[in-house]
Each structure stands twice: as structure tokens, then as C-alpha cells.
T-cell receptor, first 114, second 111 residues
Framework: DAGVIQSPRHEVTEMGQEVTLRCKLI?????LFWYRQTMMRGLELLIY????????DSGMPEDRFSAKMPNASFSTLKIQPSEPRDSAVYFC????????????FGSGTRLTVV | AQSVSQHNHHVILSEAASLELGCNYS??????LFWYVQYPGQHLQLLLK??????LVKGIKGFEAEFIKSKFSFNLRKPSVQWSDTAEYFC?????????FGAGTRLAVHP
């Protein structure tokens, strides 16, 4: 079991550029969660999917953020255009049910927007 | 709405001291409770979980937690901490849809 795989591990980009973060779920998991972690706000749930369908995107900060699940095992989180305040560590997590049995987290993507 | 409260934001202990981190959850139907740990620069890892049965749950690395229904609490304990336990600890409550995380408690263990 390879676990939840995120890429890239680190991303440094200039303000205004598009950023795409990627996440591969554990085989057999059907729920996917995107979190953002900062010192100021802690761990924030951005969006989650169940069986490829977005269930709750109320945590997405603004329209610059979008997330997709083109298939059952893969998700992307896109920020366009990026801003310095988007700098954070972005985690994805997957689960076999809609969260009730705990998550397995990926190693995160550390995003720095300069 | 479901919520999870962690009482201490920062805890500093010396090695061999006992640890107890507080966690209270709001009632939201089925109670699934979790403690996660995040070591510096790493992702969250599951320490232990409670779904039903024995309210005293044992996890990895000598950690345990006790579910007290009357107090809506799920406190994390360890009898003797080590320097390697320095990390951030998150309590979480899982309902049908998603996990709700507490704000986290940063633990620093001094040699």
C-alpha cells in the first residue's frame, strides 16, 4: 500500500501564476479531503469528495481555488491566480467512507507564493 | 454543528513527566473519536481511535485515551513522555460526512 501520494512536495511560484497540486488516493478509498494548514489558522478543510462528487466546498477560500476528481483515484487542487497569502502546506487525505472511520493523510505540498 | 475543543494550545513538559491533553466534543449522533499526531515537518498520523466498546483505548507509542460519555471528553494520556513525543496533537470527531478537527495542542518535551 503506497499510501496517499501528493505532488509536488514543495512548490515556489510567483504571485499571479497558476498552481496545481496533485493527490493520488489509496486504492479502494472513496472519499477525498483537501486541507490547508497555516500557523495562523491551523488545519482548515477546503473541500471534500465522496465517490468523485464534491460534497462540501464551503471551505474553499474564494473563486481562485478549484478542485476536481477526474477519476476515482486522483484529484487536483488548482489556484489561479496565486497570491502570497495562499502560502501554506496543503494536505490531502482519503478514507474508505465519508470520514467516519478516520483518514490517511498524504505528506503534503508546501506552497510558497512570492 | 459538531465541534471539537482542545483546551491547551501549548504544553511544555520534561522527559518522564506524565501527559494529559484535553479534548471535548459536541454531541452529533454516532461518536467516532480520533487522536492524530503531527511530528515537525510531517503529515498527520493516526495515534488511536474509538468507535465503541471499551472506553479506554490504547494506541501506538504508549498513548491511550479515555472516552467519558457523560463529560463529552476523549482525553489523551501517556504516563511518561519522551523527547521524541514533541509534536502537535489533534483530536477529531467523525460523523457521517467528515472529521472535525480541534485546533491542535503543541507539545514540547525537554530533555
Amino acid at each position: 500500500d503506497a499510501g496517499v501520494i501528493q505532488s509536488p512536495r514543495h512548490e515556489v511560484t510567483e504571485m499571479g501564476q497558476e498552481v496545481t497540486l496533485r493527490c493520488k488516493l489509496i486504492s479502494g478509498h472513496n472519499s477525498l479531503f483537501w486541507y490547508r494548514q497555516t500557523m495562523m489558522r491551523g488545519l482548515e478543510l477546503l473541500i471534500y469528495f465522496n465517490n468523485n462528487v464534491p460534497i462540501d466546498d464551503s471551505g474553499m477560500p474564494e473563486d481562485r481555488f478549484s478542485a476536481k476528481m477526474p477519476n476515482a483515484s486522483f484529484s487536483t487542487l488548482k489556484i489561479q491566480p496565486s497570491e502570497p497569502r495562499d502560502s501554506a502546506v496543503y494536505f490531502c487525505a482519503s478514507s474508505t467512507t465519508a470520514g467516519g472511520y478516520g483518514y490517511t493523510f498524504g505528506s503534503g505540498t508546501r506552497l510558497t507564493v512570492v | 454543528a459538531q465541534s471539537v475543543s482542545q483546551h491547551n494550545h501549548h504544553v511544555i513538559l520534561s522527559e518522564a513527566a506524565s501527559l494529559e491533553l484535553g479534548c471535548n466534543y459536541s454531541y452529533g449522533g454516532t461518536v467516532n473519536l480520533f487522536w492524530y499526531v503531527q511530528y515537525p515537518g510531517q503529515h498527520l498520523q493516526l495515534l488511536l481511535k474509538y468507535f465503541s466498546g471499551d472506553p479506554l483505548v490504547k494506541g501506538i507509542k504508549g498513548f491511550e485515551a479515555e472516552f467519558i460519555k457523560s463529560k463529552f471528553s476523549f482525553n489523551l494520556r501517556k504516563p511518561s513522555v519522551q523527547w521524541s513525543d514533541t509534536a502537535e496533537y489533534f483530536c477529531a470527531s467523525g460523523g457521517y460526512n467528515k472529521l472535525i478537527f480541534g485546533a491542535g495542542t503543541r507539545l514540547a518535551v525537554h530533555p
